[in-house]
């Protein structure tokens, strides 16, 4: 192990580190999944080993980075900031490999609880509500994009700075309350605010034809119930395409 | 629809495409944000907002987590927002209700095409192993640039396949359709609604009490809409 060195990160290497994370699953594929991209944003960071560019330390960190690796999109900033930490403080490659392996399923875990069944939901049917209420279309769409990206802008920062400051000891971060306990609170808001959603839209379509709100309203009802009764064997857009064929079939064709 | 027509919505579906998975993910690629979008290159952001809220529902049941195989949805949101914009001014009574399905239609095969892509990277990874083993520099960049670079193909071919596909065909039933007009909505709403119930009743297990408090919303929420 080479002798351990606390380094600042220089602002253009963080923010170079920072703006790569956002093409992080750039070459996703199912070899190596989000490894090369993990490298990729690590790079800047990279550079600054013993050697630069040309260095051996260098060449052998990326190679390093580049393995398998998974995690969720937003969260890999998290071990990009601490692998970034654990190369430039010199840390065994064996430890450095272990320590990169056991990253995967936490960020993997937390990220998907956290932002698709979460914070994505909890936007997406915040927007639909002020779709809903009458809102314009720029009106709804900056009640999402802004949202949703204050969260995920917020979460790449935060997830890069923490895992430069901890380094190997990042494990800690992933105990933070918001992580823990905000997906909890998220998807209870977004249940409040799914259920508020439905009817609402159902009355901003069909407003001017108001004697078919009941009967789409039982409709949907009955369709809802079968489709969580055959979970995993059908899914509500393929049945919807399927109805829509029928409908199709129905009404062009000259019976 | 003319290649002027298309073309614009072709770059669309690229950069929206792109925005899915591999850059920058802010979610312009979100049903309600992308229909939107095309619907005002078409002539009508409200139209493309109609379908965008209507495939947003559609879109709230498939999570996009990790490897798992799910439908595209910003290419898909452009052809569907697009295609209602651009019939709106007829008022056809099918229009919502085809476009919603060439927007389904184009979500999986966008879906696929993702699939190929990331197949595609694969190979191309395995190709330069060596390469990445060796810490070399030009063999990452040139992965995420390649990755990058392919996936905006992918998105813009799938829209302009999938717009010159589906519009013939549109327009034919857009024209023929004899289903009354709110009957026609009724029931594209009817699935929308019930897709995106079912996905949160499913979604809200998650969190203890969620489940009430969706009923709860939903007990407000036809309240309000009654006194509206």
């Known amino acids: 192990m080479t002798e351990k060195r606390i380094q600042a990160l220089p602002f253009r290497t963080r923010a170079a580190m920072l703006a790569r994370l956002f093409a992080v699953q750039g070459s996703w594929n199912y070899e190596i999944l989000m490894g090369t991209g993990i490298g990729f944003c690590a790079e800047p960071a990279l550079r600054l080993l013993p050697g630069g560019l040309q260095g051996v330390a260098y060449r052998e960190a990326l190679a390093r980075q580049v393995q398998y690796f998974n995690s969720h999109p937003y969260l890999a900033a998290i071990a990009v900031g601490a692998l970034a930490r654990a190369e430039l403080d010199g840390e065994s490659p064996a430890h450095i490999e272990r ?3 056991a990253l995967c399923g936490p960020l993997g875990s937390v990220g998907d609880r956290l932002i698709w069944a979460g914070w994505l939901p909890l936007c997406s049917v915040l927007s639909l509500v002020a779709f809903a ?75 001017e034809s108001r004697p078919l709100i009941g009967l789409t309203t039982v409709a949907a009802l009955i369709v809802a119930a079968g489709l969580v009764k055959l979970h995993g064997r059908l899914e509500g857009s393929r049945l919807a395409l399927l109805g829509l064929a029928l409908l199709a079939g129905y009404s062009v064709i000259p019976w | 629809m003319n290649v002027a027509e298309v073309l614009p919505l072709a770059f669309l579906g690229a950069v929206l495409g792109l925005d899915v998975v591999s850059f920058p993910q802010a979610m312009i690629s979100r049903p309600i944000v992308a229909s939107t979008l095309a619907g005002s290159l078409a002539g009508s952001a409200t139209s493309g907002l109609l379908a965008g809220a209507l495939l947003e529902l559609f879109a709230l049941e498939m999570l996009a987590v990790g490897a798992s195989r799910y439908p595209e949805w910003g290419t898909a949101s452009v052809v569907g927002g697009a295609m209602f914009a651009g019939m709106q001014p007829a008022n056809w009574a099918g229009a919502l209700p085809v476009s919603i399905a060439a927007a389904l239609l184009t979500a999986w095969l966008g879906g696929w095409s993702m699939y190929l892509l990331r197949r595609g990277n694969g190979v191309l990874a395995r190709q330069r192993l060596q390469e990445l083993g060796a810490g070399s520099r030009s063999a990452v960049l040139g992965l995420q640039v390649t990755g990058l670079t392919a996936d905006f193909i992918r998105g813009g071919l799938v829209t302009l396949l999938a717009t010159l596909a589906f519009a013939p065909a549109a327009q034919y039933a857009g024209r023929e359709w004899a289903f009354g007009t709110a009957r026609s909505e009724a029931l594209v709403l009817a699935l929308a609604v019930a897709t995106a119930g079912a996905a949160g009743w499913r979604l809200f297990h998650a ?11 939903a007990a407000a929420g036809s309240a309000l809409a009654a006194l509206r």
């Open chain 1, 99 to 101: 320590f990169r392996t």
């Open chain 1, 133 to 207: 209420l009458g809102a314009a279309p720029l009106t709804t769409l900056l009640v999402f994009l802004m949202l949703y990206n204050v969260g995920q802008l917020g979460l790449r920062i935060w997830g890069l700075n923490v895992g430069w400051t901890q380094g190997m000891r990042v494990a800690s971060a992933l105990g933070h309350p918001a992580l823990r306990q905000g997906p909890i609170h998220i998807t209870r808001a977004a249940a409040v605010l799914g259920g508020l959603a439905l009817p609402l839209l159902l009355h901003r379509f069909l407003e």
């Open chain 2, 207 to 217: 969190a203890p009490g969620a489940r009430w408090l969706f009923l709860g919303g």
